[in-house]
């Protein structure tokens, strides 16, 4: 007590304590200083790109003016030489000023090619009620053989969340430059106990774009060519609504070409051409190595096209596509196997959009092919191991198949929007009965049929707020047997930005 009471009578302490108090005064008003200065230098930066805006609005004005008069008197300069050249120019800068524009209206991402990056997402959580045993609780896609001692499962997810990045570049060889990225979190379970709702990033698709005019160019991991469409469903996003029920939609590699053979002011006939990296269902036996599929292994890729003709204005669009793809299995040519060890997958392919009175819309997608596990379809197979009942030498079988999808679209106001749609992918049942299958044959050697129905509801109290209740009911039929069921009770939480 008695040192507290003589450091508080002495002189140099007090003195001490004044200068410390001083000290921390004087950094306080630096700091204040510092924040001022960078908060006009702020100011200042804002009013300057203001000024720049309006300065760009004002020219992109005067260009759509000199625009005008061309287009009713001719050129506005009488000496020039090249009228359509003129007019060519100035559409360009009307476009680079637009850009620019946009540009100073929105904050600018910083990139390594100061070119401008946009990113946008959806965090998407989903909680789930599964009544029935299917193969993945998180977004089921088939009905399986009920275990002794489960009849259904509830969870939640956040794996179908997505992250966006698109990049623009410049023009090259006439054409705009662009690319973009899409992740999201469903590409594996994480290797602890704790965390298996957590999942693994993948990339879900992912494009570098070159467009021109009437033509266009595109290089990466994109959907099927020749299927375009999916049902709207915020459950189903890892995998597209009606995955494995009607809809062909796996990503994967691909070169595609378009070219507009016909447009006018809002009508459009387009010819689309891709070369795909071809997939096949099952092929991958290791973990660890990636191995080649029975296409690559083919030593071709897959050849892809489609014809459609659509309308800007309301939204029509009808589509016609081809596929084909040459596949080679690993089979070594011995005394106990029978056939060719090559395989055709093939498809043809439909597609439409019709827009129906009162708000309606009309979607979906047909196909008829071979070994089209691949794709999304043939119930998870491309062909049937099996023995040759006259021969009794082993043998492999493309799997024919039929399906596909519709859905019914109903927007209710600006905030709901109602969809009901159904779908059904089918292997044909000569080809499981045309060979003896094995006994050891496993429950997707031996699924031959599989149908689903969906309804859901998608509410946006804002544009960037989503709730969607759904309702999915799955049958899936073995070639023997009893058919097995799935009802799917889903509510979705989404935030867009």
Not at 201 to 226: C, F, N, Q, Y
Not at 312 to 328: H, I, M, P, T
């Amino acid at each position: 007590m008695s040192t507290m009471l003589q450091g508080q009578g002495d002189p140099q302490a007090a003195g001490e304590s004044s200068s410390v108090a001083e000290s921390s005064a004087a950094q306080l008003v630096h700091k204040l200083e510092t924040i001022s200065s960078t908060l006009a230098a702020t100011r200042q930066q804002l009013e300057q790109s203001q000024k720049q805006i309006l300065e760009l609005q004002e020219e992109l004005t005067q260009v759509r003016q000199q625009l005008g008069a061309q287009a009713s008197g001719g050129s506005s300069s009488p000496d020039s030489a090249n009228p359509q050249t003129e007019k060519n120019d100035l559409e360009e800068r009307v476009e680079t000023l637009e850009e620019q524009v946009k540009l100073h209206d929105q904050v600018k991402l910083e990139s390594a090619s100061k070119y401008s990056v946009r990113v946008s997402g959806l965090v998407l959580f989903n909680s789930f009620v599964n009544r029935g045993t299917v193969d993945n609780i998180d977004l089921p896609s088939i009905a399986v053989r009920p275990a002794a001692d489960s009849s259904g499962s509830a969870g939640a997810s956040l794996r179908q969340t997505i992250l966006g990045i698109e990049a623009f570049g410049p023009r090259i060889a006439g054409a705009k430059t662009s690319a973009e990225l899409n992740l999201d979190f469903f590409g594996g379970i994480p290797y602890s106990n704790y965390g298996t709702a957590g999942g693994i990033v993948r990339i879900r698709t992912a494009s570098i774009h070159l467009d021109w005019k009437r033509d266009w160019l595109r290089a990466g991991m994109e959907g099927p060519l020749i299927s375009p469409l999916s049902p709207t469903s915020y459950a189903t996003v890892a995998e597209p609504g009606l995955a494995w029920a009607g809809n062909l939609w796996t990503w994967a590699p691909q070169l595609r070409f378009a070219h507009q053979l016909w447009e006018s002011e809002d009508r459009q006939l387009q010819l689309e051409l891709g070369l795909w990296d071809p997939p096949a269902a099952g092929y991958s036996q290791t973990d660890v190595f990636r191995g080649p599929s029975p296409g690559e292994r083919a030593r071709q890729p897959a050849y892809e096209g489609r014809v459609s003709y659509g309308s800007k204005a309301d939204g029509l669009q009808v589509g016609l596509g081809g596929y084909y793809s040459r596949q080679r299995y690993a089979i070594t040519t011995s005394s106990d196997y029978s056939g060719d060890p090559h395989n055709d997958a093939w498809a043809f392919t439909a597609d439409w959009r019709i827009p129906l009175p009162h708000r309606f819309e009309l979607s979906g997608e047909g196909y008829r092919g071979r070994s089209l596990g691949g794709l999304g379809g043939g119930v998870y197979k491309d062909v049937l191991y099996g023995t040759d009942p006259a021969s009794g030498l082993a043998v492999i079988r493309g799997l024919n198949d039929i399906g596909g999808w519709t859905q019914l679209k109903s927007r209710i106001g600006q905030l709901f929007e109602v969809n009901a749609s159904a779908g059904v992918d089918n292997g044909f049942a000569g080809d499981f009965h045309s060979l003896v299958l094995p006994a050891t044959a496993s429950a997707t050697q031996l699924r031959a049929r599989n149908r689903m129905v969906v309804g859901n509801l998608i509410y946006r109290p804002k544009t960037y707020l989503i709730l969607s209740p759904e309702y999915r009911r799955i049958w899936t039929w073995p070639i023997t047997g009893s058919r097995n069921t799935a009802d799917v009770y889903t509510f979705s939480l989404g935030y867009q930005f």
